[in-house]
């Protein structure tokens, strides 16, 4: 995630041996930098982008306020109890402002909709909406939304996929997704070992880590305890969507507008391309999302 430039704005995906060899539905070269992944995209991009397929150029991801970025809530103290029995009638679950937002977390009826209409697995999406409630109270005026979000995690590492895993009833994924090591090689920055190995297991170089894709001095800065179980573990989409978030929406950017979204991706990963990808799968699915609810 943030960091030097990378030497290429494209570079091959990490070997099998670090990842999954993703398969991408546009390109076969993966755009990479040291703020973002070396993965791409994971098995199944395809089967999504079948069903997603846009006919025209994609728009810019929606606003919390509007239709397709609207997140229907239950209380979050009672958020996994409720997505157990399902226990709240549908007019406990208001679609929130920022002021509803503060102790909102996604309906299990909603994240059930929205995750089969767009294919993005349910436990990410809970992860990605989850962040987009932190920010509508934390700053308003960035106007990040889930979609957003969703199209980062899904050209990073598959929504959490990308090493054979998944996202597990915890957060974390059941594989660790490390990238590719920095070593100036493959189109990446050359960027030695800042942690000890601490989060990507290498003592000699950095790596991206984790379904948002982090490295290790990005992580130090960023990171977040999202689900307040006292760690800050980019292992864990909870804590890594809110991370990503806030790391978007810094320096007052506004994501629904032109200008504010392009630069905080670009500041994730310094490729055009990557942002054309983000932005395809963003389009999709705050399209299927509105179509569904």
């Known amino acids: 995630?943030?960091?030097?430039?990378?030497?290429?704005?494209?570079?091959?995906?990490?070997?099998?041996?670090?990842?999954?060899?993703?398969?991408?539905?546009?390109?076969?070269?993966?755009?990479?930098?040291a703020v973002a992944s070396t993965l791409g995209v994971a098995a199944g991009v395809a089967a999504v982008a079948g069903t997603l397929q846009p006919h025209r150029a994609p728009e810019l991801p929606p606003g919390p306020g509007d239709a397709?970025?609207?997140?229907?809530?239950?209380p979050a103290a009672t958020g996994s109890a409720q997505a157990q029995d399902g226990a709240l009638a549908a007019d406990d679950r208001p679609s929130p402002d920022s002021e509803r937002a503060v102790g909102a977390a996604p309906s299990p009826e909603?994240?059930?909709?929205?995750?089969?209409?767009?294919?993005?697995?349910?436990?990410?999406l809970e992860g990605y909406a989850?962040?987009?409630?932190?920010?509508?109270?934390?700053?308003?005026d960035c106007r990040i939304s889930w979609p957003t979000l969703a199209g980062i995690g899904q050209v990073e590492?598959?929504?959490?996929?990308?090493?054979?895993?998944?996202?597990?009833?915890?957060?974390?994924?059941?594989e660790q997704v490390i990238g590719i090591p920095l070593d100036g090689s493959?189109?990446?920055?050359?960027?030695?070992?800042?942690?000890?190995?601490?989060?990507?297991?290498?003592?000699?170089?950095?790596?991206?880590v984790?379904?948002?894709?982090?490295?290790?001095?990005?992580?130090?800065?960023?990171?977040?305890?999202?689900?307040?179980d006292g760690e800050a573990d980019p292992h864990d989409?909870?804590?890594?969507?809110?991370?990503?978030?806030?790391?978007?929406?810094?320096?007052?950017?506004?994501?629904?507008?032109?200008?504010?979204?392009?630069?905080?991706?670009l500041t994730y990963n310094e490729s055009r391309s990557y942002g054309d990808d983000v932005l395809d799968f963003a389009d999709r699915y705050a399209r299927a999302a509105d179509d569904a609810v």
């Open 1 to 33: 995630m943030s960091g030097s430039p990378v030497t290429g704005s494209e570079a091959p995906p990490a070997s099998p041996a670090e990842a999954s060899q993703p398969a991408r539905w546009k390109r076969v070269a993966v755009a990479t930098a």
């Open 68 to 74: 397709a970025g609207s997140i229907d809530t239950v």
């Open 110 to 124: 909603w994240l059930d909709t929205v995750s089969e209409a767009t294919g993005t697995p349910r436990r990410a």
């Open 130 to 140: 989850g962040a987009q409630l932190s920010l509508m109270r934390e700053q308003p």
């Open 157 to 174: 590492s598959g929504h959490g996929t990308a090493a054979g895993g998944e996202v597990g009833d915890d957060g974390r994924t059941t």
């Open 186 to 208: 493959r189109g990446t920055a050359e960027i030695a070992d800042t942690d000890g190995g601490a989060l990507d297991g290498d003592g000699t170089w950095d790596r991206a």
């Open 210 to 228: 984790g379904p948002m894709q982090f490295i290790p001095t990005t992580w130090d800065e960023w990171g977040a305890d999202a689900d307040s």
């Open 237 to 265: 989409i909870d804590d890594a969507a809110l991370a990503a978030a806030r790391y978007l929406c810094a320096d007052g950017r506004d994501l629904t507008s032109d200008s504010g979204w392009w630069e905080a991706i």
